[in-house]
């Protein structure tokens, strides 16, 4: 977590909404008054909470009418270990689902028997756990002494780049295990001031709680040591042993999550292979990318256009270069004006590492950038962002004289806080942002082609434009699109599938059977493809051929009850 040291900047407004302390801002904090207690639940922090909460729900007010989107059908619609009475505990020992995340399927198990076909109650789910997330923020900064604390958790709350991962159901991954990401960080920090066992036990609990909810948060034990450096400019023998426990659970959850990706998410047909130099260019570009939409939120897509690298071409490596020579510069000055800096790059960088090219994702499939992807790395840039902003308003004197907070009032001695009109700007201006994109995810459609503006070579756009056209009883508007995503992506096995249904749907027998044949010669492992074209031939009479075909699915994969069904009854068609 990044930010301003209290030392450092004492003159500095901390928080803008602090009723009930009387304080000169012109002082250091530490001169507050002794009878002020201001870790103790007061007026302010209720009111504070109540802001950002109320913020939140109004800005993602649109989202509430959305439908389910893609892998939501996956993960929980077509899951059928959603709807299993037993399925909260098989959740925990099963690899088949798309990832080993029980604690978060278990989320969605429960709220199935609330909520079932119904996807407004999941979306109120996520966009609670963001706004609580976003109080948790606040107060960890706060405890920190970090100036403009509570700005940094509004803008966290309302980012558009956020809206992915908010609005989209399957994305719980993110909300879930940010509730408990951020938890772990307040809980040993408060276990760091107060030497409490109790308290370092729950955050250990805490963080165990995030692994199973995404395993992304791995970065966490990184993150904990930034802290401890920022708070004390320096890392002792006993901080690396309070660590330990942390470092040792991301290491096994690491080896678990990689382990299930390359045994069970990724396929051949899903893989990008890029070669590994190309994979560090693009890790350059993603950080910077990832910063720029920080900054600049606009032209924010569902999927965005794969990044382009001629690994021959020494330019393509200097955004890589920059970013190094960014942090070792900081990390040289870190005893003067670099150590701000470090801390906020810092954790901005640990925190995006696994998501940089380095381990494969399925995702990396369609782009190698993506929203949701920066979710947790984007808090040590709203927390520098809310105290820049602080900093701003005390230099264009939002701040004159002595402010006296008491019975819930402020006394303004001098001028009205002109300087508060620009947490305000910024503030509404996302929010509008967000509002606009948080309507995008009201169905595939829409989505797909709001993609289709911004990326035009996006096979899943073009996908679910074919579906919809499909749908429409427009074959032909279908067949073309379904022509793009196989050209744009020769490996896809939807795109070659659903362009043999319509084939068959206009009685294309032999075009449809030479499409499938050649989805099964590049993805052989397809139990869709096999599953296909056993039903194909079976339609066309040619029941040797169609029991092969399912013969071949049942042994891809055993437990597929239509592999089996299917293989039986063709073979009592023989008989």
Same mark, same amino acid.
Request: with cysteine; charged share 15%.
């Given at each position: ?37 201001? $870790? ?85 789910? !996520?966009?609670?756990?963001?706004? %609580? ?12 002494? #970090?100036?403009?604390?509570? @700005? ?16 989209? +159901? ?25 030497? $409490?066992?109790? #308290? ?6 805490? *963080? ?9 948060? %791995? ?7 930034? @802290? ?50 190309? &994979? ?22 569902? +999927? ?18 920059? #970013? ?20 906020? =790059?810092?954790? *901005? ?8 090219? *380095? ?38 004197? =939002? ?21 508060? #009109?620009?947490?305000? @700007? ?65 490996? $896809? ?27 099964? /010669? ?25 029991? /092969? ?9 055993? =437990? !597929?009850?239509?592999? &089996?069904?299917?293989?039986? /009854? ?6």
């Amino acid at each position: 977590m990044s930010l301003l040291a209290s030392n450092d900047y004492q003159t500095l407004l901390v928080i803008a909404w602090y009723p009930n302390v009387r304080f000169s801002l012109m002082n250091p904090p530490e001169r507050v008054s002794k009878s002020v207690n201001l $870790s103790r639940p007061s007026y302010s922090i209720w009111a504070g909470a109540c802001a950002i909460v109320v913020a939140t729900v109004i800005v993602y007010l649109p989202a509430l009418h959305g439908g389910f989107l893609l892998d939501d059908d996956l993960l929980l619609t077509a899951n059928p270990l959603i709807k299993n009475p037993n399925g909260w505990w098989m959740f925990w020992c099963t690899h088949n689902t798309p990832d080993y995340l029980p604690l978060m399927s278990d989320s969605f198990w429960a709220e199935w028997r609330l909520w079932g076909m119904n996807p407004a109650g999941y979306h109120v789910t !996520n966009i609670l756990l963001h706004a %609580v997330s976003a109080v948790i923020f606040w107060l960890l900064l706060r405890r920190m002494g #970090v100036p403009g604390a509570w @700005i940094a958790a509004a803008i966290f709350a309302v980012h558009p780049v956020n809206v992915r991962s908010v609005a989209w +159901i399957a994305e719980r991954k993110n909300t879930l295990s940010m509730l408990f990401f951020l938890g772990t960080l307040l809980a040993f920090v408060a276990s760091e001031d107060t030497r $409490s066992k109790r #308290v370092y036990w729950l955050a250990v609990a805490l *963080f165990a709680c995030a692994l199973l909810s995404k395993s992304s948060t %791995v970065v966490l034990p990184m993150v904990l040591l930034i @802290i401890t450096w920022y708070r004390r400019r320096r890392i002792t023998a006993d901080d690396l042993r309070a660590s330990m426990p942390f470092f040792a659970m991301s290491a096994i959850a690491a080896v678990a999550a990689i382990w299930y990706q390359y045994h069970v998410e990724i396929k051949p047909w899903n893989i990008s292979a890029e070669p590994p130099l190309w &994979r560090l260019a693009s890790a350059g570009y993603s950080v910077w990318f990832y910063l720029g939409k920080l900054i600049l939120p606009i032209n924010l897509a569902m +999927i965005y256009p794969r990044i382009q690298i001629d690994t021959g071409a020494p330019l393509n490596y200097l955004p890589l270069f920059l #970013v190094i020579a960014a942090l070792a510069l900081f990390a040289w000055k870190r005893r003067t004006w670099g150590a701000i800096p470090l801390v906020v =790059s810092g954790c *901005f960088v640990a925190t995006l590492l696994p998501v940089l090219g *380095f381990v494969n994702m399925a995702f990396f499939k369609s782009s190698m950038v993506s929203d949701h992807l920066q979710y947790i790395p984007m808090l040590a840039i709203a927390a520098a962002a809310g105290a820049g902003i602080a900093w701003v308003m005390r230099r264009i004197g =939002s701040i004159s004289g002595e402010v006296n907070f008491g019975a819930n009032s402020i006394e303004w001695h001098n001028k009205p806080p002109l300087g508060t #009109v620009l947490p305000a @700007i910024v503030l509404l201006t996302l929010a509008m942002l967000s509002w606009t994109q948080a309507g995008l995810y009201r169905d595939r459609v829409t989505l797909a082609k709001d993609t289709l503006r911004t990326n035009a070579g996006s096979f899943w756009a073009h996908g679910e434009m074919a579906g919809a056209l499909a749908s429409a009883g427009d074959l032909a508007g279908a067949e073309r699109e379904l022509r793009v995503v196989i050209a744009l992506d020769p490996r $896809s096995i939807a795109g070659y599938n659903n362009l043999a249904n319509i084939l068959i749907r206009e009685q294309r027998y032999a075009e449809a059977s030479e499409l499938l044949v050649a989805a099964e /010669q590049a993805n052989p492992e397809s139990v869709m493809v096999h599953m296909n074209l056993g039903l194909l031939y079976a339609k066309l009479g040619y029941l040797d051929q169609s029991r /092969q075909e399912f013969a071949r699915a049942a042994r891809i994969d055993p =437990s !597929n009850a239509m592999a &089996r069904d299917a293989l039986a /009854q063709v073979g009592g068609a023989r008989r």
